[in-house]
Structures are given as structure tokens and as C-alpha cells.
């Protein structure tokens, strides 16, 4: 796999004043990321397809903030990954390494691989696009070669921000013979988190799947999710 992504190297890549470009789309929408080798990997956009970069510098809509940050070093809010080092440190630092694109029959796998320039340490951000479905698939890989273990504390399995808003976040809660009753919260300043612990029973109590409304109170036939 590291010989393969040696030649697959900087997939789809435009370069602006922005740095280099990383467009993902599916047939509605479109993530973006930009970055060089040797500097941060940044996380621009989510949402509505666009055509090209341009389209979310132009508007004013593209974000600013680290693809995956990390405990440590520049990171202020809540970090994606932090561990701490075999020699105690607790700074982890990356910056992009590598890109590669690995295609297959029902879609294309978009590879970031991320690097402590101090430590060989490694991470790498993975996103899956299924063909003919606006499906985006995103996991982690983490990896090191520290001569001690290293102690991880938290390691997301992706990172997804979104311009401060009117959000509006709706899941579902339950108890015994009342599973599944839908919940909808305006998000406001702090942390909210949804968590099962019954395992492969995950309808009882919270359920995983969540949805997003950025434009308001969700409705039912208009909105943004």
C-alpha cells in the first residue's frame, strides 16, 4: 500500500492563493481540504457540490481550521487526537506528508498521511466516496514507530466542522418498550454528547445516528441537514 500511494501521489491538486486543493465530491455535494507538503492540512468546506475551490473562496464561506487537530501544540478547542509520547511529551504536531487516491469499482478512496516532524508518528485521514451516492465514508488510521508504547487518550474517527449558526440537532432517546423517541435541541455554546454503552443493543436509551440542521429549526420539506 505505501509503494502504491508513492505513485499516486497529489490527487486532483489545484493550486491557488489558497495553496494546494483537495475537491472530494459525490453528485450533490462536496468536501474540501487544502494544504502543501510540509504545512498544515486544512479542512475549507462541507456541503452543496461545488465546481471548484474558487467557488467557496470566492463567497466567503470557506473555514479555516486544522482537518484533524491535535492536543499540544496550536489546537484550542477540542483536539481530534492527543497522546502522549514514549518519552512523556504530550505535543503531537502534524503536518502533510503525502496524498494518494486508490480507486475501485463502487467509489474512490482519498488518502492523507500526516506527520510529527519530531516524532514518527502517523496519521491517516481516509475518505471514501460511493459511486452514484452522495455517501462520503471518512476513518482514521494511526500508526507509530516510537522505540516505547504510546499512550493514546483520544483518537476521533473523523473531524467535521461547521460554521457557528443556527444549528438545531435532532436524535433519537429512549428508555424500555419506549425506544426511539426523537429529540430536537438547538446546539448552543459547550459540548453536547450523545452516548450508548449497551453495545450491539444501541437502540435502547441514545441512538448513534444524529442529524444536523445549520439553517434553523428543522422542517420537513425545506433546509439545510
Same mark, same amino acid.
Given at each position: ?12 491538486? /489545484? =493550486? ?47 473555514? #479555516? ?17 492527543? /497522546? ?10 502534524? =503536518? ?5 487516491? @486508490? ?25 471514501? +466516496?460511493?459511486?452514484? +451516492?452522495?455517501? @462520503?465514508?471518512?476513518? +482514521? ?58 453495545? /450491539? ?19 420537513? #420539506?425545506?433546509?439545510?441537514?
Amino acid at each position: 500500500l505505501i509503494l502504491l500511494l508513492s505513485f499516486l501521489f497529489s490527487f486532483s491538486a /489545484v =493550486y491557488s492563493a489558497e495553496g494546494a486543493d483537495y475537491l472530494i465530491s459525490t453528485p450533490n455535494t462536496s468536501l474540501l481540504l487544502s494544504g502543501k507538503k510540509g504545512e498544515r492540512l486544512l479542512f475549507r468546506y462541507y456541503g452543496t457540490r461545488i465546481n471548484s475551490p474558487a467557488d467557496v473562496y470566492n463567497s466567503g464561506t470557506a473555514i #479555516d481550521i486544522q482537518a484533524y487537530p491535535s492536543f499540544g501544540t496550536e489546537c484550542v478547542t477540542e483536539p481530534a487526537v492527543q /497522546v502522549t509520547h514514549a518519552d512523556g511529551n504530550m505535543s503531537l504536531d502534524l =503536518y502533510l506528508e503525502d496524498t494518494g487516491k @486508490i480507486a475501485a469499482k463502487d467509489g474512490e478512496t482519498y488518502i492523507f498521511i500526516l506527520k510529527d516532524p519530531k516524532y514518527p508518528f502517523t496519521v491517516k485521514l481516509c475518505y471514501k +466516496t460511493y459511486s452514484g +451516492t452522495d455517501v @462520503i465514508e471518512v476513518w +482514521t488510521e494511526i500508526s507509530h514507530r516510537e522505540k516505547k508504547p504510546v499512550t493514546l487518550y483520544k483518537f476521533a474517527s473523523a473531524f467535521l466542522p461547521v460554521r457557528q449558526g443556527d444549528h438545531w440537532l435532532t436524535h433519537l432517546h429512549g428508555n424500555w418498550a419506549s425506544e426511539s423517541y426523537q429529540e430536537e435541541e438547538r446546539l448552543l455554546p459547550g459540548m453536547k454528547m450523545l452516548k450508548n454503552k449497551d453495545g /450491539v443493543r444501541n437502540s435502547q436509551t441514545d441512538n448513534p445516528s444524529f442529524m444536523l440542521s445549520v439553517d434553523g429549526y428543522p422542517r420537513e #420539506d425545506a433546509g439545510a441537514v
